[in-house]
């Protein structure tokens, strides 16, 4: 059973648009929820991650959105480049230790 | 700073074989986890240690272990491998657990034959 459902699993984008990657969870002692961002060939790097007690959380280009009732939370990136050609991963992990529950994943393609 | 140093980057092995991957955290982290990435199942966590000690684990076969040594690096170990063992193994370290971010290493790429 996949604790953390995300899509879309794909999205191609125009250079300077706003690329909305949406992921949802039903467990409600998951308490931290990060965004990763994986090039072909190289491990995930954390790109930013949110705390239930906010709703919004911006660093750089990047934010997030996060829904606590709908237990729902999404990636925004803003002014998309095609260096942001990569899959991002949603996450959340509950309580004590590094155990993350990713999403399956989404394909960005940014089209210069 | 370094990052998380995985080795070896890539490895071919043979069905019933054994292999060990090793992991080095970033300098003064102390939780490690690892991860087995395919297409088909996507990250999937495997165990995390701490201090020495299995904190957390997944729900992988008991051919999968792991283990911490006192400096924080850690191995992983797959015994009498199978054609389904092929994936990208990832570990990721961070200060102390679920509360600090968690940085990821390159993977090693395990093709089983």
């Known amino acids: 059973q996949q604790q953390v459902k995300q899509s879309p699993q794909s999205l191609i984008v125009q250079k300077g648009g706003i690329p909305i990657i949406n992921c949802a969870y039903e467990?409600?002692?998951?308490?931290?929820f990060p965004w990763y961002q994986q090039f072909p060939g190289n491990g995930p790097a954390l790109l930013i991650a949110?705390?239930?007690?906010?709703s919004e959380k911006k660093e750089g280009r990047f934010t997030i959105s996060f829904n606590k009732s709908a237990k729902q939370f999404s990636l925004h990136i803003m002014d998309s480049q095609p260096g942001d050609s990569a899959t991002y991963f949603c996450?959340?992990?509950?309580?004590?230790?590094?155990?993350?529950?990713f999403g399956t994943g989404t394909s960005l393609t940014v089209i210069p | 700073k370094a990052g998380v140093t995985q080795t070896p980057r890539y490895l071919i092995k043979t069905r019933g074989q054994q292999v060990t991957l090793s992991c080095s955290p970033i300098?003064?982290?102390?939780?490690v986890s690892w991860y087995q990435q395919t297409p088909g199942q996507g990250l999937q966590f495997l165990f995390e240690?701490?201090?020495?000690?299995?904190?957390n684990k997944g729900n992988f076969p008991g051919r999968f272990s792991g283990r911490q040594f006192s400096n924080s690096r850690s191995e992983m170990n797959v015994s009498t491998l199978e054609l389904g063992d092929s994936a990208l193994y990832l570990c990721?370290?961070?200060?102390?657990?679920?509360?600090?971010?968690?940085?990821f290493g390159q993977g090693t790429r395990l093709t089983v034959v």
């Open positions: 990721a370290s961070s200060l102390r657990g679920a509360d600090t971010e968690a940085f």
């Open positions: 467990n409600t002692a998951f308490d931290y």
């Open positions: 949110i705390r239930p007690d906010v």
């Open positions: 996450a959340a992990s509950k309580g004590t230790g590094n155990q993350f529950y």
């Open positions: 300098s003064g982290h102390r939780s």
């Open positions: 240690y701490f201090s020495e000690t299995q904190r």
